[in-house]
């Protein structure tokens, strides 16, 4: 797994972060003699929160292709996770709160253009950034917050070292499932880095110019 020198982790899309998946609670096995109140406890189990069961598939995808990650090599690793994150992410809704208050006056053509750019750019990130493993866990709090239309779910990645990471991921019911709209590194908002980070090329050079930036900046990191 990468550190890359001289950028926030916000601006790499977890950077320097992998993970491990804590399992799901098992049932304790009983003998016969307790047939009544196997079935009680089975009937009170909670069944996990589908949001935190979307973080923790997601982290599965991630963790597999992370230790298959110096074999397949970045364009590799772009093809096997590129449907685990447009699964994941609710990519359309990013883009659009990345771009800001112009996508208002965009056309439809500019809008599908700059979802495609940034899909990639979201995929082409992980791939490069999620190179290996060593060992890292990250356990999902089955605990999820409801906050309006969204879902708050929380984690904390344990890094080889020790070394602990809180990050928290918010989530909108979307295709009948939860999506990641965004993830937070302690108080900092990813997309909210996005959009400072797209708003320089967006003002010079519109849309086109914005799709360009984030083309040529999947370019590199696929390199």
């Known amino acids: 797994m990468r550190t890359k020198r001289g950028l926030s982790p916000a601006r790499t899309t977890v950077r320097g972060i992998s993970t491990r998946i804590s399992g799901f609670l098992a049932l304790a096995a009983l003998g016969p003699a307790l047939a009544v109140a196997p079935l009680a406890r089975v009937a009170l189990a909670a069944e996990p929160d589908p949001a935190a069961a979307r973080i923790e598939a997601f982290d599965r995808s991630l963790v597999a292709t992370m230790k298959e990650g110096p074999a397949l090599g970045a364009k590799g690793r772009y093809r096997k996770l590129a449907p685990v994150i447009e699964e994941s992410f609710d990519l359309p809704v990013m883009t659009q709160f990345a771009v800001g208050p112009a996508w208002a006056n965009l056309s439809h053509d500019d809008r599908q253009a700059l979802v495609k750019a940034f899909t990639r750019l979201s995929i082409a990130s992980y791939?490069?950034?999620?190179?290996?493993?060593?060992?890292?866990?990250?356990?999902?709090?089955?605990?999820?917050?409801?906050?309006?239309?969204?879902?708050?779910?929380?984690?904390?990645?344990?890094?080889?070292?020790?070394?602990?990471?809180?990050l928290t991921y918010r989530m909108r019911a979307s295709g009948g499932g939860w999506k990641i709209i965004d993830v937070y590194f302690g108080a900092i908002s990813q997309l909210t880095t996005r959009r400072s980070d797209f708003a320089q090329p967006l003002a010079a050079g519109g849309a086109k110019g914005l799709i360009a930036h984030l083309n040529e900046t999947s370019d590199k990191l696929l390199q």
């Open 127 to 166: 791939a490069h950034n999620f190179d290996s493993f060593s060992g890292e866990r990250l356990a999902v709090d089955p605990k999820v917050e409801t906050r309006g239309p969204d879902k708050i779910v929380q984690s904390h990645l344990t890094q080889s070292d020790g070394k602990t990471t809180a």
